[in-house]
T-cell receptor
Framework: DSGVTQTPKHLITATGQRVTLRCSPR?????VYWYQQSLDQGLQFLIQ???????AKGNILERFSAQQFPDLHSELNLSSLELGDSALYFC????????????FGPGTRLTVL | AQTVTQSQPEMSVQEAETVTLSCTYD???????LFWYKQPPSRQMILVIR??????QNATENRFSVNFQKAAKSFSLKISDSQLGDTAMYFC??????????FGAGTILRVKS
C-alpha cells in the first residue's frame, strides 16, 4: 500500500459525459501528479500540482482540468468524453525531494462507451 | 525532450535465475533521477529502485540492483533469484528538471516455475 488513495476504482460512462477522479496523496506529500496509461500511448504525464498551485503541464487535453485543494487532495475533471479517453488514470504523490520518487495510487479505470 | 527506450518488449526467466532488463535514455540534463517501477497484473505501480545521476555507486534493493552507465545513458535492472511474484511489467522512468516522470514502453517479465 503506497498510501495514495484514488476513487473511484472503476468508472463506466458514455461519450460526451463529464467525470471527476479524486486523489488523496500520502500524508505530508505536497506534490500530486496525474498520469494516463493507455494501450496506444503508454504512460503519459498529464499535470502536476504543488501545494495547491499548478507546477507543470504535460500532454493534457483542453477538455481535461485538475485542481489541488487546501487539504492537498486533488481532482481530475474529464469532460466531453470520447472513446479514446478510456484508460487507466493514476495519481502519484511525492515529498519535496525528487530522489525519493513518486508513489502511485491504485488508479481509476475509466471506460467510455 | 527526454526519451526513455526499453528495447525488450518481453522476457522470460526460470525461477531462481537472474535476469537483466535494459533501458537507455536521452537527455541533455546533468542532474536527474532514474527509477524502475513494477506493474503486476493488479495494475498497481510499485517503485522498485531509484538511482541519482550524480552518484556513481549502483543502487541495490535486496534482490534488485541496477547497472548505471551515465556516459552511455544506460540504466539496466538486474533481478537475482527470480521469484514467481516478480512476474510483471517493468517500466524504466526518468525524472529531470520539472519533476515529471518520463516512462519507457515497458518490458513484460514472465517468471517460469
Amino acid at each position: 500500500d503506497s498510501g495514495v488513495t484514488q476513487t473511484p476504482k472503476h468508472l463506466i460512462t458514455a461519450t460526451g459525459q463529464r467525470v471527476t477522479l479524486r486523489c488523496s496523496p500520502r500524508s505530508g506529500d505536497l506534490s500530486v501528479y496525474w498520469y494516463q496509461q493507455s494501450l496506444d500511448q503508454g504512460l503519459q504525464f498529464l499535470i502536476q500540482y504543488y501545494n495547491g498551485e499548478e507546477r507543470a503541464k504535460g500532454n493534457i487535453l483542453e477538455r481535461f482540468s485538475a485542481q489541488q485543494f487546501p487539504d492537498l487532495h486533488s481532482e481530475l475533471n474529464l469532460s466531453s468524453l470520447e472513446l479514446g479517453d478510456s484508460a487507466l488514470y493514476f495519481c502519484a504523490s511525492s515529498d519535496s525531494s525528487p530522489e525519493a520518487g513518486q508513489y502511485f495510487g491504485p488508479g481509476t479505470r475509466l471506460t467510455v462507451l | 525532450a527526454q526519451t526513455v527506450t526499453q528495447s525488450q518488449p518481453e522476457m522470460s526467466v526460470q525461477e531462481a535465475e537472474t535476469v537483466t532488463l535494459s533501458c537507455t535514455y536521452d537527455t541533455s540534463e546533468s542532474n536527474y533521477y532514474l527509477f524502475w517501477y513494477k506493474q503486476p497484473p493488479s495494475r498497481q505501480m510499485i517503485l522498485v529502485i531509484r538511482q541519482e545521476a550524480y552518484k556513481q555507486q549502483n543502487a541495490t534493493e535486496n534482490r534488485f540492483s541496477v547497472n548505471f552507465q551515465k556516459a552511455a545513458k544506460s540504466f539496466s535492472l538486474k533481478i537475482s533469484d527470480s521469484q514467481l511474484g516478480d512476474t510483471a511489467m517493468y517500466f524504466c522512468a526518468f525524472e529531470g528538471y520539472g519533476n515529471k516522470l518520463v516512462f519507457g514502453a515497458g518490458t513484460i517479465l514472465r517468471v517460469k516455475s
